[in-house]
């Protein structure tokens, strides 16, 4: 038997001690006719009072049993408590969230109605006239950089349609039709009615006296250049990398600066409208500026 249940015994009711008193008081003598009836009443008590001590035991573990639960519900109770109280907070954190997003959602749209009156007071004011009578490509190329910020025009570019373009007798014609076309593009760009691309607004008049005529831009190349892929490589061109970590793209609209189909040509990307899963620069970006790309008539 364990200690423990030899403890419980030490500590079992008064009844059991006097049922072992009674169990250890003096024989009754064999000759007594009770004898025999004696004997067999205190049989029948020991198996009694071993049940009840096996009851008792039993009972007594039920009790421990009893205490531990009660012991196990009380942490149980601490730990809902604890629960609740975090529940509560992250009620209160959800409410929150709530309406901060409900008061970014009301600064977005008042921060959409500033940049689009702002794009309607930019296209006023920055297409409303030329910055400077231009004498030369390289000053036109400057003056855009540094004016029409709604373009993007790479160093390199500059560099090749300078030493291309800007030579003597006609430099002064080729600067004021390349500022002519990027003042048109850099209006288009900031118009928020631009509609799908530069020719459609073109053929709609333009914004203000910023326009060329729709009849010198081409969206696309004809298909024999789009069939032939060194002609389709050299209108990969450069491109700011905040647009294409590659540093170039396909390039294939293009306006023609002068009369004739040997005129040179300015090849742009339009990215002023986002598209999905690609990055977006609210731009439009100038790859070339030069004499004609090779063509099927003119493979040079």
Known sequence: MSQQRALRRHASPTCFRVVRSIGSSRSVPQESGDAYEVQKLREQLEEATEEARMNWDEFMDVRDRCKALEEELATQRRDNDRLSNRLRRFRARIGDLIRARSQLADSAARINEAERLAVQAL??????????????????????????????IPESVVE????????????????????????????????????????????????????????RVKMHESDGVQQRE??????????????????????????????????????????????????????????????????VRDPK
């Open 160 to 215: 090749a349609a300078v030493a291309d373009l800007d030579k003597s007798g006609r430099r002064q014609a080729r600067g004021r039709a390349v500022m002519e076309v990027l003042r048109a593009l850099h209006a288009y760009a900031l118009d928020p009615a631009r509609g799908s691309d530069f020719k459609q607004w073109c053929e709609r008049g333009g914004s203000g006296d910023a326009c060329c005529s729709a009849n």
């Open 123 to 152: 296209t006023h004011a920055s297409v409303s006239t030329e910055p400077v009578r231009v004498s030369s490509v390289k000053q036109a190329l400057e003056l855009a950089r540094t004016h029409l910020t709604a373009l993007s």
């Open 230 to 295: 060194r002609m389709v490589r050299a209108r990969k061109l450069p491109v700011d990398p905040a647009l294409d970590v590659s540093g170039r793209r396909a390039m294939p609209a293009h306006i023609r600066l002068d009369q004739g189909e040997t005129a040179p040509r300015l090849h742009f990307l339009d990215d002023t409208q986002p598209k999905t899963g690609k990055t977006h620069t609210g731009k439009v970006h100038i790859g070339y500026i030069g004499p004609h790309l090779p063509t």
